[in-house]
């Protein structure tokens, strides 16, 4: 039974900071590609940053600078620290996990991210 739980969403005040959290079960953690999407009502959901097993990582342009996707194998967990948060970032987040690029995508429930003064 593959699980990902999500925590860390809150309400911020723009220009606040977060770090959400994923610990996985299941899965063979090191080995996995793990993701940060993120999705609004209404619109398609958004592939925020991706870290490989060997640590690579990748960020869409509107989060660069800001946002930072890390690692912990030996606690198999996934975190994005976000900073400098604008009510845009308002989403529900989502943490992925695949195995390899085209395979199966398993996925957390998401939380919730709220940027608002």
């Known amino acids: 039974q593959v699980q990902l739980v999500e925590s860390g969403g809150d309400l911020v005040q723009p220009g606040g900071s977060l770090r959400l959290s994923c610990t996985t079960s299941?899965?063979?953690?090191?080995?996995?590609?793990m993701g940060w999407y993120r999705q609004v009502p209404g619109k398609q959901r958004e592939l925020v940053a991706s870290?490989?097993?060997?640590?690579?990582?990748k960020y869409t342009d509107s989060v660069k600078g800001r946002f930072t996707i890390s690692r912990d194998n030996a606690k198999n967990t996934v975190y994005l620290q976000m900073n400098s948060l604008r009510p845009e970032d308002t989403a529900v987040y989502y943490c992925?996990?695949?195995?390899?690029?085209?395979?199966?995508?398993?996925w957390g429930k998401g939380t919730q991210v709220t940027v608002s003064s």
């Open positions: 870290i490989t097993s060997g640590a690579g990582t």
């Open positions: 299941g899965i063979n953690f090191s080995l996995y590609i």
């Open positions: 992925s996990a695949q195995i390899s690029q085209y395979a199966q995508i398993y």
